[in-house]
């Protein structure tokens, strides 16, 4: 059974840090495009960041470039999510996803991702 256990979330002050966990179970996370979304109070869902192929392919949101990192453990069998520089807007509930697509590269629109995590929440506030 596919599974996610997402981790890391929290409260923090603005311009602080945080780093996400996806661990994954049930599955081998490098055969997939692993993409982390997030979604605020009233929003819609927001691709954050996706990673395919043991990292040799990222992307990122144009709001979270150059303050997020996304990477992957492979003998963890997880993805993390670097997160510097917050900011209020930054606040909101944390999914990662699964896109069993095969391919090279990996996209951030919600539609093509197969399996979901729960989510954690993270609150960027002073």
């Known amino acids: 059974q596919l599974q996610f256990v997402e981790s890391g979330g929290g409260l923090v002050q603005p311009g602080g840090s945080l780093r996400l966990s996806c661990a994954a179970s049930?599955?081998?996370?490098?055969?997939?495009?692993i993409g982390w979304f997030r979604q605020a109070p009233g929003k819609e869902r927001e691709g954050v960041s996706c990673?395919?192929?043991?990292?040799?392919?990222?992307n990122y949101a144009s709001s979270v470039k150059g303050r997020f990192t996304i990477s992957s453990d492979k003998a963890k069998n997880t993805v993390y999510l670097e997160m510097n520089g917050l900011k209020p807007e930054d606040t909101g509930v944390y999914y990662c996803?699964?896109?069993?697509?095969?391919?090279?590269?990996?996209?951030?629109?919600?539609?093509?991702?197969?399996?979901w995590g729960q989510g954690t929440q993270v609150t960027v506030s002073s």
């Open positions: 996803a699964a896109d069993r697509a095969r391919g090279n590269t990996c996209g951030r629109l919600s539609g093509r991702y197969d399996y």
């Open positions: 049930g599955f081998t996370l490098d055969y997939y495009a």
């Open positions: 990673i395919r192929s043991s990292g040799r392919y990222t």
